[in-house]
């Protein structure tokens, strides 16, 4: 642990400490990531009536347009947050991919615009700022490529050194947008989950760097809320009758399960009671199989899919993301990799918005669910979708070049390309 852990108690008034989430041991707001008693993760707990008494969406709104304007229900101190400015991203009211699917309200949590290009922004902005409060010196990750690009570019921001690992097969559009940020970056050769276990060995001996996802996760975590807390607000502070979130790790689902818990709780929306679904892609889906099957427990596979920021074949928070979609009434859906490409381009060329793979997943699965009936057309309905597709060009790269390849003359553009009448 670091050796300076003072950070002022009255910046984080609403901060009651951390619980462990199996057996409920509490613990102070430190360093700390999983029970002492039971290994269980640590989650925070707030004290919602005292935030009761002062939120409220003028106080919210008066607050910056970043997922800051939230700090009353975050556990790190919005005063010397290292911020890049992540979050409030545009919720897109998706009419036209509505209609291609046969569905009522649609809408699209863009995260693919925050600062490095995905929503693992929100996470990163609270775990530095929580890693600095904390006293670490180092910012560390074990990365599927957004994460990465995250890190590095919050860690230059605040000037932390920063020591990111990544599988050595990554996208190059997320090898060199890390890289670019000058920390250190290791390429492992293995999958994720090899570079996830080496992450744990290696905070295991480094316990002064911050691995945000390792010995700072419980707070990193919490940045995922956000994403609810701006779906409701940008909703007039209504919770959708249906969310569709891409699922990984499982973190960011039930993170934004927590996150409209809470706004009920403080009073900030009515009732919380949103169905939530995951996506996972068809070569990495060890929850969604579990969801089927009816499991609690989640059985690890061997990820071969193009969505590699999902390819997380043991997912730390499974069995949790299972209680929350099954808690909400929601489901969960897998698709192909032929259906996530097919999903990035339907998202391209219906609404003008360019996602990575998970991305691809989440429309897909929200195809696929509309078709089943699972999400219904009097529903609500916004899908995330987490980031850019500028990331994974190698995904439709094949599909997708210019109409037609011309000399410059007017005969030849009359002969190559043609357009609907109504265009003249
Ligand atoms: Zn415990």
């Not at 290791?186 to 001996?205: H, P, S, T």
């Not at 807390?229 to 569709?244: K, M, R, S, Y």
């Not at 030849?412 to 043609?418: D, P, R």
């Amino acid at each position: 642990m670091p050796d300076s852990m003072s950070y002022e108690e009255e910046s984080l008034p609403y901060v009651e400490g951390l619980r462990c989430r199996e057996c409920g041991h509490p613990y102070p707001a430190e360093a700390l990531h999983f029970c002492e008693w039971c290994f269980g993760p640590l989650e925070v707990v707030y004290d919602y009536e005292a935030i009761r008494k002062v939120v409220s969406p003028e106080r919210i709104a008066a607050g910056p347009s970043s997922i800051w304007r939230y700090a009353d229900l975050l556990p790190a101190s919005a005063e010397g947050a290292v911020s890049l400015g992540a979050g409030f991203t545009p919720l897109v009211r998706a009419d036209r991919l509505a209609a291609e699917l046969g569905l009522g309200e649609l809408w699209i949590k863009n995260d693919t615009v925050n600062p490095t290009g995905s929503f693992k922004d929100r996470v990163v902005s609270v775990a530095l700022t929580k890693a600095q409060e904390l006293g670490f010196k180092v910012a560390a990750a074990a990365s599927t490529g957004n994460l990465a690009n995250s890190v590095a570019a919050h860690a230059a921001h605040a000037g932390m050194e920063s020591v990111v690992f990544i599988p050595a097969d990554l996208e190059a559009g997320k090898v060199v947008t890390t890289a670019v940020f000058g920390g250190k970056l290791v390429a492992i050769d293995g999958n994720y989950d090899d570079v996830n276990r080496l992450c744990a060995e290696i905070a295991g001996e480094r316990p002064s760097w911050a691995f945000v996802n390792v010995n700072v996760r419980t707070y990193y975590a919490e940045g995922s809320k956000t994403l609810a807390f701006e779906i409701a607000e940008q909703l007039g502070w209504e919770a959708p009758d249906h969310v569709v979130v891409p699922v990984a790790s499982g973190s960011q689902l039930t993170k934004v399960a927590k996150g409209f818990k809470e706004l009920e709780l403080v009073g900030l929306i009515d009732s919380a009671d949103s169905r939530i679904s995951g996506a996972q892609a068809a070569g990495c889906s060890p929850i969604a199989a579990a969801f089927d099957a009816g499991w609690d427990a989640v059985k690890p596979v061997k990820p071969d899919t193009i969505a590699k920021s999902l390819a997380i074949g043991n997912p730390a928070d499974g069995p949790y993301a299972l209680d929350a979609v099954r808690e909400s009434g929601g489901t969960f859906g897998s698709v192909s990799d032929e259906e996530i490409v097919e999903g990035i381009r339907l998202l391209a060329r219906t609404e003008g918005i360019f996602a990575e793979t998970a991305g691809g997943v989440t429309i897909a699965t929200l195809a696929q669910l509309a078709a089943s009936g699972a999400i219904r057309p009097d529903e609500r309905v916004v899908a995330i979708v987490s980031g850019n597709g500028l990331k994974t060009i190698e995904a439709v790269a094949p599909h997708c070049g210019p109409t037609a390849v011309i000399p410059p003359t007017l005969d030849a553009f009359a002969e190559a390309v043609e357009l609907p009448s109504e265009v003249f």
